[in-house]
Each structure stands twice: as C-alpha cells, then as structure tokens.
C-alpha cells in the first residue's frame, strides 16, 4: 500500500459509469416491475452504496477512508441500464475506486436481480467519469458530457 | 432470497470474463513489471478469489455457498488484460454470480494496480462464460470459443 | 461454540417479529414516501436479509449456516412498522438467531431512514415467533396468531 | 448516502438501552453463572462493541466512522437484562446507529447464550437515549434519568 | 484455490496452540484480574472463536467452511499464557487453519489487552497439533502429549 | 475500548516481526517455485496487508483507524521465512495490533500455501519491533538490529 502519511486530507471525489446491456424483452420486463425479488433499480443502488463502503476490504491495495458520500443512481435506457455513482471522502488519497466498485456492484446485482429473464446481459464501459481533489487534480475523461443521469450531490 | 430449502444440492460451476482496455503504452509498463506495488496480475488473482467468497455479502438477494473451487487467470493480450474466472460448488443453487464478481474485482484490481500509468481504462464484456448443472442445465454464451486462456480444473 | 459435528443436517426454519413504533406524524411523512434517501421499507427489506447471512459473524457463538431462504416483510401500522422475517437453512442446527438478527437490522434501518423525522422512536416486541425442525421440534411463541404479514414462503 | 463533505468533523457521542425481558427462572440461571457457553453478559458486551464498529456495513446509509468510544454494559435486573451503551467519534456525523446497533447485537446475543433456557425472551425498548455534538445540538430522551448503569467515560 | 468439488464430505477436526510469553509481573497483573478493558482471557477466546469462522476471509485460498465447532482455551502458566484451540466441520477439506487463526487471534488479543503492561511480549510455538479425517489421515505433532488444557469436546 | 475522544490524531507508525519455521527440504521447494497455488511469498504479502486494514474487526478492543501505509515483506532465510510488517497511521491511537495482525496473517498464509509440504512449520517469534508517535513515545525492541528486510517506506 503506497505510504500517504504525509500528505494532507483534502477533499476529494470521483465519479463513475458502468452500462448493463440487455435485450429489449429483458428491459420490458423489468419496466413493468414484475419482478418478485423486488425493485431491481433500488436493490442495484443499496448493493452499490453499501459495496463503496467495503472498497478497501475488496481492492487489496486500497486505503481504508472514511467516506462522507456515496450515491448510485441506475436508470433504463433503451438497450439497457445506465449506473452512474459517486464517492467523497476528506482524506489523503483518492475515492476512485470507491465509485467503480460502487459501479461495479450495482451492475452485478442488476444482473443477479434479472438472470432468470436473460442470463446473456453484458456489463460494458466501467470507467472512471471524473475525479477532483488531489495532487494531481481534475481529471475528466475524454468524451463524456455531464451526464444528467449523474447522482444528485445532496442527495442520500 | 429466493426459498431453495427443497431443491437437492448438486455439482454447479460457472465461468466468467472480463477485460481491461488499456493504451499500449500502459501494456508495455506491465510487462515489463515494473510496478512498484507488486504483480498486478498476481495480485488480481488473488483478489478475486477472495471476493468470490464474499458474494452473499456484495449481492443483496444471493445465497451463501460452500464453495469448492474459484480461480481467476489474468492474461495479458493485444490491447488489454483478458481476465478468466470459474466457481464451483455443491448446493442448492448456482455459481454464477461468483464467477462473475471474481472476474469483476480482478479487473477493478488491475484498475487501482495501474491507475497511475492510465486514468482512462475501461472494464469491459464481464460476462457469464457458462454455466453447469441445476435444473436449467447448461448455458453456453453464443460465440464463445472454449478459451485458451481459461481457468484449468484441479489448478490453485 | 456448541459441538454439532455430530448432528445431521435437517431442514429447519425460523420466524421472528419487531416493531418499530413512531409518532403518527412520522408515519404520515413515511406513508408520503418523500424520504429522499429512498423508500424506506424497502431499503430496510434488503439491509435485514443482508445482515441474517452475517449472523455468525455478529453473534461470537453463533455456527455460519448455508441458509437457503430469508426474507423481511415490514409493513405500515396504526402505531408504526411491522417487521416480519423468516430464515432457513439445512443444517445441524437452527435459525432462530438469522431470523432475529433480520428482524432487529430492518428496524434499525427504519430507525436510520427516519430518524430525522423523529429521534425517539422505540424497537420493541423483538421476539421469536416460530422456528421448526431439530431435535427440539416445533416452538410457537405463545398468542402470536399466523401473521397476515409474515413473508410467503417462495417469495423472494 | 447523505452528502457530509462540507460538514466540519466534531465530537460526537450516544448513548442507546435495550431491555431483553425473560423469567425469573431464566434470570436465576444466568446469575448463577452456571452456562456452559461462557458469561452471557461479558460475552454480551463484547460482541456489542464489535458489532457497533460495523455499524456502516450493516445500516446501508449509514457513513463510516473512526470511533473513538463504544462501550455496552449489560446488568441483571428485575424481570431481564438491562443493555446499555455508548459510542463516540470526531466526525461529520452522528454516532446514534453505532450506539443502537451495539445495544441490539449484545441484546441478541443475550438471546443466544440464552436461548436453551427460554425462547419466548423478548427485546423490547430499544431506543436512543442521548446524543451529543454537531449542528442540531443534544438530544436527551424524555423521562430517562440519568441511568445508574450506564457506561462510564474513560472505561475500556 | 484448490478444486474439492469430488471430495466427497466428511467429519474433520484440527487442533491447534500457542503461547503468549510475557514477564511474571505482566502475569500477575492478569491473574489479579484488574485490567479495566475486562477478563484478557475470556475476551481472548471469543476473538478466538469467531476468527475462526472467518478464516476464508483472511488466507486467500482457502476455502470457506461450515463449520460445526470451534473452541478456543487460554490458560495462565509459568512464563505466560498457553492457547489450545479446536476446530470441526463436515465438509470436503481440513480445518487446520481455522484452528490455527483461532489459536492466533486469541493470542493476539491477550497481547492487545495487556500491551499497557508489557510491550514485549511475544508470541511462539503456534503450531497444528493435531489433525483427523480426510484422505490423508490423521496428523499428530510429534512430541506433543495430549494436553490437559484442550477445549473439550461438546462445551461451547 | 479506551475512550480516546479527547486525544488529539497524530503520526503513528509500528513494525512487527514473524518467523515461520520449516525444514530445509520445505524451504528448496518453495525457492524453486513450484507451489501450483502461485508464490507463496506473494500471496502473503497481500494477505497481510488486506488483514492488517481488518485489524478492528478481529481484536475486539481495537479501535477502527483510517491507515496510511501499510506493507509486508516475507524473505526467505536460513532455516525459514521472515516476515516484518509496517503499519501507519495519523489518529488517536496506536497502530501496534495492525502490524502484529499483518505479521500473523501473512505467516499463517505462508503455512497454509505450504502445509502440504509440511505440516509441521511453526509461526515463532511474533513480537512488536517498533512503535513511534503517541503519548508514550518511541519503543525499540531490545536486541533488534534495523532490520535489512523491513519494509521500506514509500513501497506499495
């Protein structure tokens, strides 16, 4: 684990995007919440938030922090599900990891909630969206707007 | 959860993939292993095993299971890092969503290994490879040749 | 930990009970579902299915257990929420403690998600309601009728 | 998760009660100490102050904290066990779930030590009973006086 | 981690020791039973225990395990504290480091509960003393009598 | 837990040491690299490091702090393996338990990738080699030399 003693907390964030492709059939379905299990998008956005929160037990190398938000919002779109998520922290290192992994599991309870209907589902383009805080500052990735799908700040 | 009390416990396996794209640049750095944190591929194995035993605890609605083998390969390929997995167990319902949170967090590991060569890579096709046995039977994803680079059968 | 090497796994199941009682006020805020950190009921479903796999891990003599169903029903009240939670596994021994340790996570949820609304609400009527299989036999808890809300076998 | 970025990190600390209700015969049997799984009430204590450490992994919303405090003491009374407890950190939020959950988790475990006695024990008055620090200021539950029991400051 | 999927599941059992040396004054310190965090070895073995049960947490390959008993004792002698642990499970492969982890944690505990008194402490001799089931048999450390101090089979 | 509300964060650092002792015979094996599990040394390193940040979870009385550093190195020797830890942290409370917990585990990750080859190896010499920082100052352990094999700062 790289040695942050001494640098300094600072605010920091990161944001991050994950896509769960799916037929149009397997959309519909979870459209009409038909499912018994329960509100795929909601369940999505709990596993999410309570995965950043265990971000270092999973990434070996990653810093315990102590987060002051996380937030994951998971919205149908027309050949799948859209997860965009959130992570803050004051601290000496960096949240990226926190908001991939938030993304990551988001999309994988989506794909455990839905299997029974399409056990083909793809999870594509889990990349980092921006990160601010830092030595190295802003970083935002190349072609991606501000995206009005993104998680609230504010919000729970 | 879904109630599995009456189904038997039987032989169920899964596989699953994921790949990291990276700038060849990034590639070239991991060969030639100079990562001061250590293997990145190695520790990415490792990585994933160990979430593999966590998923009942990632994926809200998924049954805890006595697994009986996990194992993740990272190769390193053309414009990326390929990431195989495959789970195993005996009981009442499947591995899949192990396979694929182990294929999952080996990636994301590559991820925080590498993310000061290249804030830009992308996670990638983390899909179920296959799965046997359970009262749906076997899947096969479509145009997936059985992979070289797949986790051998009775390996760590 | 008590020695249960020597038992054979049987089918056992538990039923457990809490309720969460708040001012009318509270519940007419819940009932409006204008909490914006989600709905509440349900986040709290999923925090107490969550934390009966981890029983073991909460309880220091508690044995972990393959459970092969949980489920949480909390339902609005003329005084507050009802919890209801039902557990089961194939195993030595029983899951009296998994249904409890549901019940009382989803109603500190409920504490959690409303506790902005109102600080004093009380966790009561913590209690095990039924639990079937093992040497034992069957415990029903005396002058609890067969609850319309308890959670249907089979649901997820 | 609600957005603590902004807030500056204060001392913060709770206090939460619990009561696990049982027969006088049960209550004979404990403070004779004759359980073979060990002392109910110091095993109590402890498995609540780890469980008050995972509070944030078991309440979804809830931010992680470094505590600085948790204590539980549980004492036979009249017709039970009396549970109480106390967490605090310097942090941007409350420690009011950390408190709770401690009081449940030795409550159950209570339970569990317990349970071959008398499974009709019931936990009932679970409930904050003072929080203090950050921006909305100290709270003190109506009518708890000052309990004899309570945990004191500056004990382990 | 090793494929077990054909082992077919059987009764297994290990046993393992430590012990903590310390000064004879550190020892006196806990034989008076004056340490306000609480009873070092009490406490010692429920960390013992319940680090057992979560020993596929901690060693990467190995595979998780109900386990059916786990019991840790930690008793004060000559030049320190000696610690015997048990473990079982019916399952498809050894519980030897369960039993270790738990001899481990335990002893480790001991050292954080009396390291106000004596940094020095150290542990040693933690080692499997004995092993049975599966296809290689039995294993008995040579040299190492039956000890009188063994958690006995069947208390908690 | 010791209240440490009222003491102010400050830079702490501690070292650990462990000595896992095998025949030669087990030692040849493991430099020739044959392990089909992967490298041993490797593996512990990571697993230390992972436990280390787990440290609250498995010491009851340990309170949770965010780490800054923490690393392993496991070095083969004459007559076995060495393995000295480094933890660090800038809070109210020491980091001894996190680099003893990180010694512990990478050792008993070393037994269990080995035990094949032996069952015998046995974990000694577990002791604290330095803490810095604090109210208590500097401790150095008598008769430890600077180690040539401790972990450097600055490394992963």
Redesign the interface.
């Known amino acids: 684990?790289?040695?942050?003693?001494e640098?300094p907390p600072t605010?920091r964030?990161a944001e991050a995007h994950a896509f769960v492709r799916m037929q149009p059939a397997t959309l519909r379905s979870i459209r009409q919440l038909k499912?018994?299990?329960?509100?795929p998008l909601?369940?999505a956005?709990?596993?999410g938030?309570?995965?950043a929160?265990?971000t270092?037990?999973?990434?070996?190398?990653?810093?315990?922090?102590?987060?002051?938000?996380?937030?994951v919002v998971a919205k149908l779109c027309k050949n799948g599900i859209e997860v965009s998520s959130r992570a803050?922290?004051?601290?000496?290192t960096g949240v990226?990891?926190e908001a991939?992994?938030a993304a990551?599991?988001a999309?994988?309870?989506i794909?455990?909630?839905c299997?029974a209907l399409e056990?083909?589902?793809?999870?594509?383009?889990?990349?980092?969206v921006e990160?601010t805080g830092g030595k190295s500052g802003r970083?935002r990735?190349?072609g991606t707007a501000r995206m009005a799908s993104k998680p609230a700040?504010?919000?729970?």
Chains 1, 2, 3, 4, 5, 6 share one sequence.
Do not use: Q
């Open positions: 684990m790289v040695d942050v003693s640098k605010t964030a499912n018994p299990k329960g509100d909601e369940i956005r709990i596993a938030i309570a995965a929160k265990r270092s037990e999973l990434i070996p190398l990653c810093h315990p922090l102590p987060l002051t938000h996380v937030d803050a922290t004051t601290g000496p990226e990891m991939l992994v990551a599991v999309s994988l309870t794909y455990d909630m299997k056990r083909g589902m793809e999870i594509t383009e889990l990349f980092l990160k970083y990735r190349p700040r504010g919000r729970a």
